[in-house]
């Protein structure tokens, strides 16, 4: 019995450690919002509904107001810029079905639709040196991804999913889409976007998580 005490101590522990599992929160939104209507499948696949979804975050929910709401882009740019919600919903948008994995063990597939990140980059221009870029979330959190990686696999920051707005539990106004890679790359209420030359361990790989963070490799580590 010691010993089976033991174990599920350990298990708690690790589960409270890990970077898709810090304050678990249950989806509070229903299937329609306004005039949305929430797409259950999407080119013949099914999608997880969002009320079913897995949802974590390191303080809790964050609410921000789509009006005051900014998105600046800085660093190795010719010109640091900023943008409205309403412009970030004026450019072309792109849809792509994309499976979240955790590095728990839990998954969902998803429809998400945003504006590629390379269509704001070039808003911006980035300087030849660049080559890693940072995303800083509204409530501290930060992470990492290359920036070759976002542009060959045309990286969208996602505004709807399912065909619904962002609810504010899955990161209104602005969640990125890091397909392949796990969860904790996937950034929620994204306000700043920092271009650098240098690597950068954001709040979980500082942790000890794997800064590639690519699914089905390791998730500690590098």
């Given at each position: ?85 309403d412009q ?20 969902f597939i ?54 619904i707005t ?57």
């Amino acid at each position: 019995m010691k010993r089976c005490n033991i174990v599920i101590i350990f298990l708690l522990l690790l589960s409270a450690a890990s970077g898709c599992a810090t304050l678990p929160e249950t989806p509070k939104i229903q299937e329609t919002s306004g005039n949305e209507s929430e797409t259950t499948v999407y080119e013949g696949i099914k999608l997880t509904s969002i009320s079913e979804q897995r949802n974590n975050a390191i303080k809790g929910t964050q609410f921000i107001d789509k009006y005051t709401y900014r998105l600046r882009i800085s660093g190795l740019v010719d010109r640091p810029v900023e943008f409205t919600y309403d412009q970030l919903l004026a450019y072309p948008n792109v849809s792509k079905i994309d499976r979240l994995n955790c590095v728990e063990g839990w998954s969902f597939i998803a429809k998400w639709t945003g504006v590629p990140v390379k269509t704001l980059f070039d808003e911006a221009g980035i300087k030849e040196n660049a080559t890693n870029v940072i995303f800083y979330s509204s409530d501290g959190y930060s992470t990492s991804l290359e920036l070759d990686y976002l542009l060959e696999k045309n990286i969208i920051l996602a505004y709807k999913i399912n065909d619904i707005t962002l609810p504010p539990e899955r990161g209104f106004p602005l969640q990125l889409v890091a397909e392949d890679k796990y969860g904790y790359k996937y950034a929620k209420w994204v306000t700043d976007i920092e271009i650098t030359d240098e690597p950068y361990r954001g709040y979980w790989e500082r942790a000890g998580y794997s800064n590639k963070a690519d699914v089905g490799g390791p998730a500690f580590g590098d």
